[in-house]
T-cell receptor
Framework: DQQVKQNSPSLSVQEGRISILNCDYTNSMFDYFLWYKKYPAEGPTFLISISSIKDKNEDGRFTVFLNKSAKHLSLHIVPSQPGDSAVYFCAASGDYGGSQGNLIFGKGTKLSVKP | DSGVTQTPKHLITATGQRVTLRCSPRSGDLSVYWYQQSLDQGLQFLIQYYNGEERAKGNILERFSAQQFPDLHSELNLSSLELGDSALYFC?????????????????FGAGSRLTVL
């Protein structure tokens, strides 16, 4: 049972355009959502997070939008740069079933930004 | 450098063998997490420790065990290895394991240990 889903395995965009990465979740008990970026041969690195009581959080070129009613969140990267090419993981956390603190990850979306 | 150190980086072994993966958390972090990433899979949560005590368990097989030592480093032991255990194993750490509930519990990941079982 996959509680966090990233349905697009890959996404290709042109440099300077907007990248939109999507994520759906099923558990309404999640209270925080996080995005991580992963380059080859490295561990995932934290990018941005959003609380379930917010609908938007912005940090420079990165904005995360949360639609609780649809159980959907998205990461917008504007403008996209070639260095943004990486695998992006959506993750969720919440105090449920004794799993407080640990993150549940999606399978990731590989973003390729073409010069 | 994330501050989370994992050794070894690569490990090749045979079926039926036992291996130990080691993790040193970022300085000041009390909680350690282990995740497994198999081919085409996301990061699967295995187990979490906080200040030496087991805090949460995920999809960890009975053949696998872990512990966190008084100096806060952690070891993941994998025994009776099977071909399907070939994967990237990530260790992550966080300050308080989400106990404080102040903001998102951001995990800092190491670079991973790649295990190949032949």
């Amino acid at each position: 049972d996959q509680q966090v889903k990233q349905n697009s395995p890959s996404l290709s965009v042109q440099e300077g355009r907007i990248s939109i990465l999507n994520c759906d979740y099923t558990n309404s008990m999640f209270d925080y959502f996080l995005w991580y970026k992963k380059y080859p041969a490295e561990g995932p690195t934290f990018l941005i997070s959003i609380s379930s009581i917010k609908d938007k959080n912005e940090d420079g070129r990165f904005t995360v939008f949360l639609n609780k009613s649809a159980k959907h969140l998205s990461l917008h990267i504007v403008p996209s740069q070639p260095g943004d090419s990486a695998v992006y993981f959506c993750a969720a956390s919440g105090d449920y079933g004794g799993s407080q603190g640990n993150l549940i990850f999606g399978k990731g979306t590989k973003l390729s930004v073409k010069p | 450098d994330s501050g989370v150190t994992q050794t070894p980086k690569h490990l090749i072994t045979a079926t039926g063998q036992r291996v130990t993966l080691r993790c040193s958390p970022r300085s000041g972090d009390l909680s350690v997490y282990w995740y497994q990433q198999s081919l085409d899979q996301g990061l699967q949560f295995l187990i979490q420790y906080y200040n030496g005590e087991e805090r949460a368990k995920g999809n960890i097989l009975e053949r696998f065990s872990a512990q966190q030592f008084p100096d806060l480093h952690s070891e993941l032991n994998l025994s009776s290895l099977e071909l399907g255990d070939s994967a990237l194993y990530f260790c992550a750490s966080s300050v308080d394991g989400g106990i404080s509930l102040r903001g998102a519990n951001v995990l800092t990941f190491g670079a991973g240990s790649r295990l190949t079982v032949l």
